[in-house]
Every structure is written in structure tokens, then in C-alpha cells.
């Protein structure tokens, strides 16, 4: 297909804010795109890859500006200086290109195809001299690109595409193009069992709802987890669930889903990013104490002191999620311990289907319980509320976070915040945000970014709630540190003016508080008094941080 196609949708996708004229856009598209040309669907999203494939284009603005300048012989500090006024890469490099003054001449017209098989080359370049072959292969494009083709070629490879769509959109326009809107739901769990809209797409084609009913989930394919609504109290719990049903202590971790397929094990995040390298000790374990050909196992797993063998909170080791050099001493210093509870696949069969009850029975039979190393969640099944509230209690006493109420009949519903699982923790007040900017500090913390705005979600925009500084450490050794956010945030920088920048929202950090207030100053009309981060929440995805809805609701309940 070709590629100035798309960018027209593209282009007419990004001038309408209004979800249903979007729709509307994206389903015409989608009726006339042909079945070879099903990756583009990847495209519409700003990536060259499905969901489950974790390889990001990943390009710096830096890397950008530089293939700008050489595709156009423009200097690279005109290009900046341009991108400083306008904040928009893209845009400047369909304003150069355009006035670029003679195209290569063996340059052709670019295809889909071209722009993919280019992008796909990026992730896969690592070590020396990768930089200079990135920008030959970004530059590649650009040379052949018209000026609306550059426009969307940069804001694809820094991931700032704009056009204001998230997969449930395309989800929707499926729906419209193929079959009606009820059909959402059947094609959002296809997408949840199989993370590749362009297989979904595929099947949507054929027109046959039963088509999109064949898609299951993979061993070795990262899944979305199941996710919990909230509750206040155990009664409250009881009357949705009904009685009786599985409680279990909430651990203060992170999501850890295991798959294991003959001797390989993968460990995924529920941000589907692949962890196993990060924790090799896990893997030993899961090798020597689960019973099973292969399976897909649903986990949280907590940190806990090495000398007092006392739980820490998730804080402690949240680094371990990153970190990709000193494993084996971190492993020693930071040990995690893996509580299973759930299966959603087992010898070569998905159970996720199977009600609870017999999943969790399944657990206990696989796992040989190794305590600090890997044993089922912590459970009773029970009908008492006075059982189920000490149960809590003990939960609190052992230091973690509170309890899951569970559904017994429940299937597992990847991608899901059903109903079919509750949590209840004590009040607190906190939050999960992402940084969409920062200002540089001075004094002692010169060359640092000092503060940090923080933004919750509303459909597909970032509301601006509050400025954070507290909570971040002086000294590395101490915690999430000003020197780790500004590394962290440095090539997400979108705009810059003054000591103040914007950038893309992908730290995820929680927050806690004292009180939101109603403020004039910000669009979201609520402010955070006194918030203070308490740690990087890199197992959390952004599309799953607060929503302003939230917020309102915590504004309207502590105003009673
Ligand atoms: P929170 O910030 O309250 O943990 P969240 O937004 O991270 O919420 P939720 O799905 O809303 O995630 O809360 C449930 C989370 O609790 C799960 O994602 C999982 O990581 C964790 N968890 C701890 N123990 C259990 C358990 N026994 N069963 C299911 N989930 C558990």
C-alpha cells in the first residue's frame, strides 16, 4: 500500500478530536485495506510491531533532528531551534522537507511495507557503530518521503504520532467496518487473547463472529492480566461476590506472569515486558518446585529483608524490574519470593475458562511450596465475615497491602477489571500518575529536574493535577533519586522553554497526598495538596494509571 494513504488518514484522523467521527474515519480505511496489508494496522498505533512483541522503535529526538538535517542539508541547529518554537518534530520535518530543494532522483514512491521493513531495523541495532546505521536507514526514508510522509515518519520513530487513537478506537472501527457495534466486546477479547490487531483484523474481514471465538491464549506470548475493581469493606465484597468465596492476602508487589514451556521459562510484567533475564532466581525455581510440561501461571512477587526474612514494600525493589546489569548481586541483595494465584494454561490446554475454584485447586497441586522461593497466595475460602476480617487483619499485621475477595465460579478474563476480583486495602490515599513534565532545579540540585508535573487520565488525554518534589532522594543509594528521574526523563523531552520542559507520559510514578483541592489553575480542575512520590511504578502501563473520574470521586468522598 502505499504510504501517502495512510498519512492522509493519518492527517484526517489528527483534525477531528471527536471519537465517533474518528471512528467513522478508521472504518472506512479498514474496509478497503486488503488482507496483505494487514500490519499496517500496527502503523495506525505508531508501532511496527503487535502488542505482545515488546521491541520498541525507540528513536531520541536527537537521533531525529540529525536525520532531518542530513536528509534536507540543513543544519542540525536550525533544526532544533525550529523544533524549540514549534514542539513538533514532525511538523518541522514536513516544513523542511517541503523546502527541500531537489528529491533523489532514484528515489521512489514509499510503501507500507518500506516504512515497516525500515523500522523494524531500528530495535535491532545495538552496540558500536549502531547510531550511524540508524540514522542511514531513518534518513532512507526521509529521502524518499513528500513532506506529510515525513511528518509521520519522525513522529512514528519518537513515538509521538498524535493522531489521538488507542487501540480500542480501531477496536470499535472494526466493529463498525465488519459486523455491528456489539460486536466490541467479542473482538476486544480476540485482542486480549491474541495482542495482535493484525490478526484480528484478519479475522474480522471474514465477517464471521465465530472466527474471532477461535483466538486462545500462548505459552510464550505475554498476555494481559485480569485485573480487580475496589471495594471498602469485606461485606461489601461478600454482596457483589456472594458466598462463598476465595480470599487472599494482597501482596505488596508486582505482577510477575510466568510461562514455562519445556525447560524455557519467560517471566512478563503486566506492561508485557519481558523480565526473565532480571530475575534468573525465579526462573530456578519455577523449574524445580512447579509440576508441569507447561503452563501460564498468574503471580505477584514481594520482596522481603534477607537477614529478617520480614516482607519490604514494593518500593524496595522495584528497581529490580529494570535493571539489566548486576543481577547476580542484586538478586542476593533484593530476593523475591513468587505467590501464585492463578493458571491460566496447563499442559498444552487453556484452563481460563475453568472456574476458580478449580484453578486455584490446580495451583496447590502443582506447586511444591518453598517458602521464599515460591508458593501458592495465601488463601481461605469462607462464607463467615468474621473470618473473612481477621483474615484481613492478619494480612495488615504481616505487612501487606489488604485483601482480594475472588469469584469461585469466575473464568480468568485477560485484559479485564471485571468484577470477578475485589481488592480492599485500608483507606489511603494514593495515586498512580505519569510525569508529563519538569523543571530544573538550582542550588545543590543544578542540573537536576527538581520538580515534576504529575497527570492523570481522561479518555486519551494527560490532565495536568499537581507538581510534585518530594520524595525523591538526594543520593542514588537512597531510592528513586533526582539524578535517576532526570536520566529517566531527559530523552522524553518533548518541548523546552526556560528551565521548564513537557515531556511524553511514560513514568508512571504513585503518589500519596493530603487532600485534593479544586483549582482554577490546572484543566483538570482538581489540584494534589502536598503530594509526595513514593515509587516508579514501571510494572504499571500508562493507559492503566488514575483517571480523573478517580479523582473526582476521592475529591467528592473526602468532602463528606
Ligand atoms: P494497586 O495500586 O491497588 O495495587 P493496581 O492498579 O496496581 O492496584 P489492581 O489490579 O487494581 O492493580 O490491584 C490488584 C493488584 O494486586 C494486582 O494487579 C496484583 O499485582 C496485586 N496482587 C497482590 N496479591 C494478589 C492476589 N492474591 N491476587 C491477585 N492480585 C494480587
Redesign the pocket.
Known amino acids: 500500500m502505499k504510504y501517502s494513504k495512510l498519512t492522509q488518514t493519518y492527517e484526517a484522523l489528527s483534525k477531528t478530536s471527536k471519537r465517533l467521527k474518528k471512528i467513522a474515519i478508521l472504518a472506512e480505511f479498514l474496509k478497503t485495506l486488503k488482507d496483505e496489508d494487514k500490519e499496517v494496522l500496527y502503523l495506525l498505533l505508531g508501532r511496527a510491531y503487535p502488542a505482545y512483541d515488546e521491541r520498541r522503535i525507540g528513536v531520541s529526538e536527537k537521533l531525529a533532528i540529525k536525520a532531518i538535517s542530513k536528509a534536507t542539508g540543513i543544519e542540525t541547529e536550525k533544526v532544533m531551534q525550529e523544533w524549540k518554537t514549534t514542539g513538533d518534530l514532525g511538523g518541522v520535518a514536513e516544513k523542511l522537507i517541503s523546502k527541500r530543494k531537489q528529491k533523489s532522483l532514484d528515489s521512489k514512491e514509499l510503501t507500507t511495507q518500506k516504512v515497516l521493513e525500515n523500522l523494524r531495523k531500528l530495535p535491532e541495532m545495538e552496540g558500536k557503530g549502531s547510531i550511524s546505521k540508524k540514522l542511514n536507514i531513518i534518513v532512507e526514508l526521509l529521502s524518499s518521503a513528500k513532506p506529510l510522509e515525513a511528518k509521520y515518519i519522525v513522529r512514528t520513530i519518537i513515538g509521538d504520532l498524535r493522531i489521538g487513537i488507542q487501540e480500542s478506537t480501531i477496536r470499535d472501527a472494526l466493529a463498525e467496518a465488519f459486523f455491528e457495534k456489539s460486536a466490541s466486546s467479542k473482538i476486544q477479547e480476540a485482542l486480549d487473547r491474541s495482542n495482535d490487531l493484525a490478526k484480528v483484523f484478519e479475522a474480522c474481514k471474514t465477517k464471521n463472529l465465530k472466527s474471532l471465538a477461535q483466538f486462545e491464549i500462548e505459552v510464550g506470548k505475554p498476555i494481559k492480566?485480569m485485573?480487580?475493581?475496589?471495594v471498602s469493606t469485606i461485606e461489601e465484597g461478600f454482596k457483589a461476590l456472594g458466598k462463598p468465596c476465595a480470599i487472599?492476602?494482597?501482596?505488596?508487589?508486582?505482577?510477575l506472569v510466568i510461562h514455562k514451556k519445556g525447560k524455557e521459562v519467560i517471566l512478563f510484567t503486566?506492561r508485557l515486558e519481558n523480565v526473565t533475564k532480571q530475575f534468573p532466581e525465579v526462573v530456578e525455581n519455577v523449574l524445580k518446585y512447579v509440576k508441569g510440561d507447561s503452563f501460564i501461571l498468574?503471580s505477584?512477587a514481594i520482596g522481603y529483608d534477607k537477614k529478617t526474612k520480614k516482607y519490604t514494600p514494593f518500593q524496595a525493589i522495584s528497581q529490580r524490574i529494570k535493571r539489566k546489569y548486576g543481577i547476580e548481586k542484586l538478586c542476593k541483595e533484593l530476593p523475591v519470593e513468587v505467590?501464585v494465584?492463578?493458571i491460566l494454561h496447563y499442559n498444552g490446554k487453556s484452563v481460563v475458562n475453568e472456574p476458580f475454584k478449580k484453578r486455584t485447586a490446580m495451583l496447590k497441586r502443582i506447586i511444591i511450596k518453598k517458602p521464599y522461593k515460591i508458593v501458592p497466595?495465601k488463601?481461605i475460602i469462607t462464607s463467615d465475615e468474621k473470618k473473612a476480617k481477621e483474615f484481613y487483619k492478619m494480612a495488615l499485621k504481616d505487612n501487606q497491602?489488604g485483601v482480594?475477595m475472588?469469584n469461585l465460579n469466575a473464568k480468568y478474563k485477560p485484559g479485564k477489571?471485571v468484577g470477578y476480583?475485589l481488592?480492599i486495602?485500608p483507606e489511603e490515599r494514593?495515586l498512580?500518575l505519569v510525569i508529563t513534565g519538569a523543571e530544573y532545579g538550582k542550588g545543590k540540585r543544578k542540573g537536576w529536574f527538581s520538580s515534576f508535573i504529575l497527570s492523570c487520565k481522561k479518555g486519551n488525554e494527560y490532565l495536568e493535577v499537581g507538581k510534585v518534589g518530594t520524595g525523591i532522594k538526594e543520593k542514588k543509594e537512597e531510592g528513586l533519586s533526582f539524578e535517576e528521574l532526570t536520566e529517566r526523563i531527559k530523552p522524553l523531552i518533548i518541548k523546552e522553554e526556560a528551565n521548564k520542559v513537557k515531556v511524553k507520559p511514560k513514568i508512571v510514578v504513585?503518589v500519596t497526598y493530603q487532600e485534593i483541592q479544586k483549582s482554577p489553575n490546572y484543566k483538570s480542575g482538581l489540584a494534589l495538596r502536598f503530594p509526595r512520590i513514593t515509587a516508579l511504578?514501571d510494572d504499571?502501563p500508562v493507559s492503566?494509571i488514575s483517571t480523573l473520574e478517580e479523582i473526582k470521586r476521592e475529591f467528592e468522598k473526602q468532602k463528606n
Open positions: 492480566v485485573l480487580a475493581q475496589k487472599e492476602y494482597k501482596y505488596d508487589g508486582f505482577r503486566r498468574d505477584e505467590h494465584f492463578d497466595a488463601q497491602e482480594m475472588k477489571r476480583m481488592k486495602k494514593d498512580d504513585a511504578r504499571k492503566e
